[in-house]
């Protein structure tokens, strides 16, 4: 059969089975594993372990148990509530203070736990209420939160950042170089036009409220919060000093993180404990699920000289290579609108790597891009992981007015792939400061 033909029928048939609403981990497997069998026999049966585990095996997997460990940990505690009132309290003068309290909360608050989810929850239980008591908007309110969490795959220590340096053999270390200053430059651009609306609505007779605090308030609230961004200091100079490996970093982030957790806030109590190991026990199996799932299904596919066909196909196009890329963002942005990141990373990146290089784009710059309309999918439907999130905290807002208040950060994430396509040296120029230029 023609390998482009069998692409078809492998793409819609992992549709179907992704749409039905089974696990992408268990989707991936049996996908994976029923065309194995078709086409090469029980026979290759005993290969299935060790094509599953060898995704696994690496020492790099080990971060993602750790950070999702690190961010579970002051996800549990107050340390969201109280970097957001930190924020708040000495922003409080700036117009659209608190917004831009919001914002950058939820992206210290990624450095420290790089989940979406987690960033949203967190930061929104806080933030939302305090912005609807002084009288913004639902849509500001729950856009911003909605947007500011997206934040979290992008600004390093990322977990997706990792996936797609396990799946695409590339340096996490460079990646997550790669993800700093486009990380500040998407939280730059959400803050800028959350300035400029609120000016808008003072314009127009918003009664946007502030509170004044004093320099006591101020102050009291910090021996609460340093310790962590002590810590956030600490993993990125250890990662960016090259003093440790990211799984080494992650590893005693996530032991820091727990000791201060314990120290600060008291949780010591073994219900709380085990509600953190419990959580992260949880979305680590099912983040090296879909990892091991995704190796065997890219195994599926190379083995059917799917992934060679495919590559070749698209390099044999004579087009211009921006308009390729063109099309591969529309690809991304489609595919993030239906399967989490991690899933689309896992399944693209393979296959997109050979022809991303191929067609002179830097791998790590395209991993920024990719990570940026994998953030676009968290808060546009039907998935929009995020909106869920906000609904879940905040319910009496309908997921329309969610939506509505996040597509301006959505268009905040488009210009910034068009500002890194321009000016591809904000994705490049770090990596190649502090590791070099080889790669």
């Known amino acids: 059969m023609d390998p482009l033909l069998l692409a078809a029928i492998v793409g819609i048939l992992t549709t179907l089975v992704l749409f039905s609403g089974i696990p992408v981990g268990i989707g991936l497997l049996m996908i994976g594993l029923g065309f194995i069998v078709v086409f090469d026999g029980v026979d290759a049966l005993p290969l299935v372990p060790e094509i599953l585990f060898s995704k696994l095996e690496s020492f790099e997997v080990l971060a993602i148990p750790m950070f999702i460990l690190m961010g579970a940990v002051v996800a549990s505690s107050r340390a969201g509530g109280d970097l957001y009132s930190v924020l708040d309290r000495w922003l409080t003068r700036v117009p659209g203070g608190l917004v831009i309290s919001n914002l950058g909360a939820c992206a210290i608050f990624s450095a420290l736990s790089g989940s979406s989810p987690a960033t949203c929850a967190a930061i929104g239980?806080?933030?939302?209420?305090?912005?609807?008591?002084?009288?913004?908007?639902?849509?500001?309110?729950?856009?911003?939160?909605?947007?500011?969490?997206?934040?979290?795959?992008?600004?390093?220590?990322?977990?997706?950042?990792?996936?797609?340096?396990?799946?695409?053999?590339?340096?996490?270390?460079?990646?997550?170089?790669?993800?700093?200053?486009?990380?500040?430059?998407?939280?730059?651009?959400?803050?800028?036009?959350?300035?400029?609306?609120?000016?808008?609505?003072?314009?127009?007779?918003?009664?946007?409220?502030?509170?004044?605090?004093?320099?006591?308030?101020?102050?009291?609230?910090?021996?609460?919060?340093?310790?962590?961004?002590?810590?956030?200091?600490?993993?990125?100079?250890?990662?960016?000093?090259?003093?440790?490996?990211?799984?080494?970093?992650?590893?005693?982030?996530?032991?820091?993180?727990?000791?201060?957790?314990?120290?600060?806030?008291?949780?010591?109590?073994?219900?709380?404990?085990?509600?953190?190991?419990?959580?992260?026990?949880?979305?680590?199996?099912?983040?090296?699920?879909?990892?091991?799932?995704?190796?065997?299904?890219?195994?599926?596919?190379?083995?059917?000289?799917?992934?060679?066909?495919?590559?070749?196909?698209?390099?044999?196009?004579?087009?211009?290579?921006?308009?390729?890329m063109g099309f591969i963002n529309i690809f991304l942005l489609i595919s993030g609108f239906f399967l989490p990141p991690v899933a689309v990373i896992l399944m693209s990146a393979p296959i997109l790597l050979p022809v991303i290089i191929n067609a002179g784009f830097d791998p790590y710059w395209f991993a920024v891009i990719l990570t940026i309309n994998m953030e676009i999918g968290l808060i546009t439907p039907p998935v929009g992981l995020n909106l869920y999130v906000i609904n879940g905290i905040a319910p009496d807002i309908r997921l329309q007015t969610i939506l509505r208040g996040a597509m301006p950060y959505v268009l905040c994430m488009v210009v910034a792939i068009l500002i890194l396509c321009f000016v591809p040296e904000i994705a490049t120029w770090l990596p190649d400061t502090v590791m070099g230029g080889a790669r």
């Open 125 to 324: 239980k806080m933030g939302i209420p305090a912005m609807r008591e002084r009288g913004f908007p639902d849509t500001v309110a729950a856009g911003s939160i909605a947007a500011g969490g997206t934040l979290g795959i992008l600004i390093p220590p990322s977990v997706t950042m990792i996936v797609y340096g396990i799946s695409t053999d590339t340096s996490i270390g460079r990646l997550f170089l790669a993800g700093l200053l486009p990380g500040l430059m998407l939280t730059a651009l959400f803050m800028a036009w959350s300035l400029y609306s609120t000016w808008r609505q003072d314009g127009t007779g918003g009664a946007l409220a502030s509170v004044k605090y004093s320099w006591k308030e101020k102050f009291e609230i910090l021996p609460r919060v340093l310790p962590f961004l002590a810590i956030i200091a600490a993993v990125l100079f250890a990662l960016y000093g090259g003093v440790a490996t990211p799984s080494e970093t992650a590893g005693v982030g996530a032991l820091f993180c727990l000791v201060t957790a314990i120290v600060v806030y008291r949780m010591w109590q073994p219900g709380k404990l085990w509600n953190i190991m419990r959580d992260t026990t949880r979305e680590s199996v099912m983040i090296l699920l879909i990892i091991g799932a995704a190796g065997l299904f890219s195994y599926m596919l190379s083995s059917l000289f799917i992934t060679q066909s495919i590559a070749q196909w698209i390099s044999a196009m004579d087009v211009n290579r921006w308009v390729l």
